[in-house]
T-cell receptor, first 112, second 118 residues
Framework: DAMVIQNPRYQVTQFGKPVTLSCSQT?????MYWYQQKSSQAPKLLFH???????NEADTPDNFQSRRPNTSFCFLDIRSPGLGDAAMYLC???????????FGSGTRLTVV | AQSVTQLDSQVPVFEEAPVELRCNYS??????LFWYVQYPNQGLQLLLK??????LVESINGFEAEFNKSQTSFHLRKPSVHISDTAEYFC????????????????FGQGTILTVHP
């Protein structure tokens, strides 16, 4: 089945140690998004790619970076995780405006 | 700018009772509306969406939502809930500003936790 896959499902990292979360899709969608969702809060958009065009939200911290080497894969890099970065990270894809998103199952990041 | 307000953070209800989860939005010219459901430690799943046409949209598991432009609302309803409907529900809006290209970015509400009791 076509889908969005996030690995790993659970990630524990040390304070200040770089970590990378990955997302892959078999839907061949143009747009890929990364959202951060903290406990009991709405998902918050960090950035998105439209094909190779990278779009950063104005309030996304510099600590967060992203790479999209090809249509299928997108990575979220956190250069120096802090305790406040513990959250569920959601990857989503979309064919374009108005079609809705297909979400992955998320990666729950714990910072110790 | 666009925003979504979900008026209830938690809704407890008994099994087989009706339920309504309220959602109001503000947006610019064109608007698309969505309801997503999230089970614990999982991603969001699309429940239903309004793009155009009939203002009443339905999902395969008995939920429905009605787009009301005059009241800027998109409330979610189900006439009889099941224990398995216990989850968090997010209302979301996407659209474009006049002359803009938002690439379909979704803005989410704060979520409503629906708890169905036996």
């Amino acid at each position: 089945d076509a889908m969005v896959i996030q690995n790993p499902r659970y990630q524990v990292t040390q304070f200040g140690k770089p970590v990378t979360l990955s997302c892959s899709q078999t839907l061949n969608h143009n747009v890929m998004y990364w959202y951060q969702q903290k406990s009991s809060q709405a998902p918050k958009l960090l950035f998105h790619y439209y094909d190779k065009d990278f779009n950063n939200e104005a309030d996304t911290p510099d600590n967060f970076q992203s790479r999209r080497p090809n249509t299928s894969f997108c990575f979220l890099d956190i250069r120096s995780p802090g305790l406040g970065d513990a959250a569920m990270y959601l990857c989503a894809t979309s064919i374009g405006l108005g079609y809705g998103y297909t979400f992955g199952s998320g990666t729950r990041l714990t910072v110790v | 700018a666009q925003s979504v307000t979900q008026l209830d953070s938690q809704v407890p209800v008994f099994e087989e009772a009706p339920v309504e989860l309220r959602c109001n939005y503000s947006s610019s010219v064109s608007v698309y509306l969505f309801w997503y459901v999230q089970y614990p430690n999982q991603g969001l799943q699309l429940l239903l969406k309004y793009l155009s046409g009939s203002t009443l949209v339905e999902s395969i598991n008995g939920f429905e939502a009605e787009f009301n432009k005059s009241q800027t609302s998109f409330h979610l309803r189900k006439p009889s809930v099941h224990i398995s409907d216990t989850a968090e529900y997010f209302c979301a809006v996407s659209g474009t500003n006049a002359g803009g290209t938002s690439y379909g970015k979704l803005t989410f509400g704060q979520g409503t936790i629906l708890t169905v009791h036996p």
